[in-house]
C-alpha cells in the first residue's frame, strides 16, 4: 500500500484533508502538477510537501511514479482474481485475523449511538437487510435508501454516528460521495466490499474486503452477495453478545 496506516494515523488535519483527497482521486492526481493538487485539496504546495515526507518519498516526482504504478497494479489485480472460486472466502472465515476483522466491525457498532447503512441496487437491498437485522439485535440502526438526498444547509455533528457501506467495485462515485461528506462532519466510516484495492476500501476508516471476482454480464453485476450476508450476520451477533456481555443481560435469548 502506497500510504502505509501507521504513518496516516500521525497526519495533522490538514495532511489529512491531501491523504483523502488523493486516495478519493487517484486518476486525477496522477496528471496534476504539485500546483494543482494543492488548490485542490485547499493546502500549500509545502503541505503537501511535508504530507509525501512523513509517508516516505523524497519529492513530488516520486510520488506521482509510485501512484502511477499502483493504479497499474489496481488495474491488473481483477485479471489475477478471476479463477479464484467462492470456496476461498469460506476457507478464511476461521483464520485468526478475519475472526478480527469482524471484532474490530463490532466495536465499531458498539461504540456508535446510531448505525447507519447504505449501498446501491443490490448492495441497496443488503443495507435495508442489515439495518433490519441490526435492529433486531437491539442496535439502533437505519438504512439511506435516497442517495441524491440533498445534504443538510447547517453543519451536522456525526462524531457519535458510524455509516456503514455496501459496495461491490467500491468505486460507486454516489457510495464515495456518501463518505466523505459524513467523514468530514465527523462520523465513523466502515466498508464491506469485493476488492481491498478500491478506492472506498482505502477511503473509510475500517474496511472488510471479501475478495472476490467480479461477474459482469452487459450492465449487470451479478456478483455473488453471500460473503456480504454472512459478513452483515456474523458482525451483528458478534456486537450483540458483547453488548450482553457488558449489559450483563442473562443468555436466556441467546441462541
Not at 486518476?27 to 494543482?36: D, F, K, N, W, Y
Not at 458498539?110 to 435495508?128: N, P
Not at 466490499?193 to 451479478?222: G, H, K, W
Amino acid at each position: 500500500m502506497m500510504f502505509p496506516y501507521e504513518r496516516v494515523k500521525l497526519l495533522n488535519q490538514l495532511e489529512l484533508s491531501i491523504y483523502k483527497y488523493i486516495i478519493a482521486h487517484p486518476v486525477e492526481v496522477e496528471g496534476m502538477t504539485i500546483r494543482q493538487l494543492a488548490k485542490k485539496s485547499h493546502v500549500s504546495p509545502t503541505t503537501i510537501l511535508r504530507f509525501l515526507h512523513k509517508m516516505d518519498f523524497d519529492g513530488y516526482s516520486e510520488f506521482k511514479y509510485a501512484l502511477k504504478r499502483q493504479q497499474k497494479m489496481q488495474t491488473e489485480q481483477p485479471k489475477q482474481q478471476r479463477n479464484v472460486p467462492m470456496s476461498q472466502f469460506f476457507d478464511q472465515v476461521n483464520d485468526a485475523h478475519f475472526l478480527d476483522k469482524i471484532q474490530q466491525a463490532a466495536n465499531y457498532i458498539i461504540e456508535a449511538d446510531t448505525s447507519l447503512l447504505f449501498g446501491l441496487g443490490t448492495s441497496g437491498s443488503l443495507a435495508q437487510y442489515g439495518a433490519r437485522l441490526l435492529a433486531n439485535y437491539g442496535i439502533y440502526t437505519l438504512s439511506i435508501t435516497d442517495p441524491f438526498q440533498p445534504k443538510p444547509l447547517a453543519r451536522r455533528d456525526f462524531s457519535d454516528t458510524l455509516l456503514l457501506l455496501l459496495s461491490v467495485s467500491g468505486e460507486t462515485a454516489q457510495v464515495l460521495q456518501q463518505a466523505k461528506f459524513y467523514q468530514e462532519n465527523g462520523a465513523k466510516t466502515m466498508a464491506i466490499t469485493a476488492n481491498r484495492y478500491s478506492t472506498l476500501a482505502q477511503l473509510v476508516d475500517f474496511n472488510i474486503s471479501y475478495n472476490v471476482p467480479e461477474v459482469l454480464m452487459a450492465d449487470l453485476n451479478l456478483t455473488s452477495q453471500i460473503p456480504v450476508v454472512f459478513l452483515l450476520e456474523q458482525i451483528g451477533i458478534k456486537a450483540y453478545k458483547d453488548l450482553l456481555k457488558v449489559a450483563q443481560i442473562p443468555k436466556d435469548s441467546i441462541f
